[in-house]
């Protein structure tokens, strides 16, 4: 769904994409600072219950996701590696996301929440497994209700929000980020395994 407004962000980025090539920053270098900030902003305001400065700092850095895409297009600089990079780093920062608000919860003794934040950052994790070893079988798994751009929006604008005050939303935003994902990853599942029928049969009966 999010993808609809890459043609915005991209011409959004563009004269910051510029601006660092020219200064002789490359696309992997903004990869490798936009999950360090990501994960040291996380791990610092997050446990310490500042979950809207938190989230504030981290938006800035998860911009850089977007960022290295467009500077790679822009130059022609794209390659098999920083394609790896990218989402090796992705799944470090949401790592670093959610283990900051496992934290918070823990130390706020509200265990059920901490469950749940837990819940969303291995499913995470499943949903690009299961699309990562699907490619590499050959197959496509470009399906689900919560792609990675979906996580982050709901998790890190559940998180701002409940920083300002506003009651129940971010355990809402966690519920539903949960429940998503759990949905995604049976979407992708059934979906791998159709293809596989139609290639094998057999094996799979």
């Given at each position: 769904m999010l993808k609809?407004?890459?043609?915005?962000?991209?011409?959004?980025?563009?004269?910051?994409?510029?601006?660092?090539?020219?200064?002789?920053?490359?696309?992997?270098?903004?990869?490798?600072?936009?999950?360090?900030?990501?994960?040291?902003?996380?791990?610092?305001?997050?446990?310490?219950?500042?979950?809207?400065?938190?989230?504030?700092?981290?938006t800035f850095f998860v911009l850089a996701d977007l960022l290295d895409g467009v500077m790679a297009r822009m130059t022609g600089t794209g390659s098999t590696w920083g394609a790896f990079l990218d989402s090796t780093l992705d799944r470090v920062g949401d790592a670093g996301i959610f283990s900051g608000l496992v934290l918070w919860f823990v130390v706020s003794e509200q265990r059920v929440l901490a469950g749940v934040a837990l819940f969303c950052l291995v499913a995470g994790a499943v949903v690009s497994y299961v699309k990562a070893r699907a490619e590499a079988l050959g197959m496509t798994c470009d399906v689900g209700l919560a792609e990675r751009p979906e996580r982050l929006v709901v998790g890190l604008v559940s998180a701002g929000l409940g920083g300002l005050g506003v009651p129940y939303v971010l355990a809402a935003g966690l519920w539903l980020l949960a429940a998503a994902s759990a949905v995604t990853v049976g979407q992708r599942l059934l979906h791998v395994r159709r293809q596989a029928v139609s290639i094998s049969p057999r094996t799979l009966r």
């Open positions: 609809l407004l890459r043609p915005a962000v991209t011409r959004l980025l563009t004269p910051l994409g510029r601006t660092l090539t020219r200064h002789g920053i490359g696309p992997n270098v903004v990869t490798a600072v936009g999950t360090l900030g990501t994960v040291a902003a996380a791990l610092f305001f997050y446990p310490r219950g500042e979950l809207f400065a938190g989230t504030v700092v981290i």
